[in-house]
């Protein structure tokens, strides 16, 4: 899967942003990059901040696996 990274700078100036009740939400990655889903670009309540958004760099995803707790 596909997803947005952020530079500290890029996720400093959107994290927190809301429309319509959507927020901006990074998280990190298994890297420990700042991410989020790609799906921002085509939400129309962030129009604003797509130019903005569209200058994220896309990666793959790399998921934190927690180990299960028995």
Same mark, same amino acid.
């Given at each position: 899967?596909?997803?947005? &990274? %952020?530079?500290?700078?890029?996720?400093? &100036?959107?994290q927190?942003?809301q $429309? *319509?009740? =959507?927020?901006i939400? =990074?998280? &990190?990655? %298994?890297?420990? @990059?700042?991410? !989020?889903? &790609?799906?921002?670009?085509? @939400?129309? %309540?962030? %129009?604003?901040? $797509?130019?903005?958004?569209? $200058?994220? @760099? *896309?990666? *793959?995803? @790399?998921? !934190?696996?927690?180990d299960?707790?028995?």
């Amino acid at each position: 899967m596909r997803v947005l &990274k %952020a530079s500290d700078y890029q996720k400093r &100036k959107l994290q927190g942003e809301q $429309r *319509e009740g =959507f927020k901006i939400n =990074f998280v &990190k990655d %298994a890297d420990g @990059n700042w991410i !989020i889903g &790609k799906g921002i670009l085509e @939400n129309p %309540a962030f %129009a604003d901040l $797509r130019s903005s958004l569209e $200058r994220l @760099n *896309e990666i *793959e995803h @790399n998921p !934190i696996i927690e180990d299960e707790q028995l």
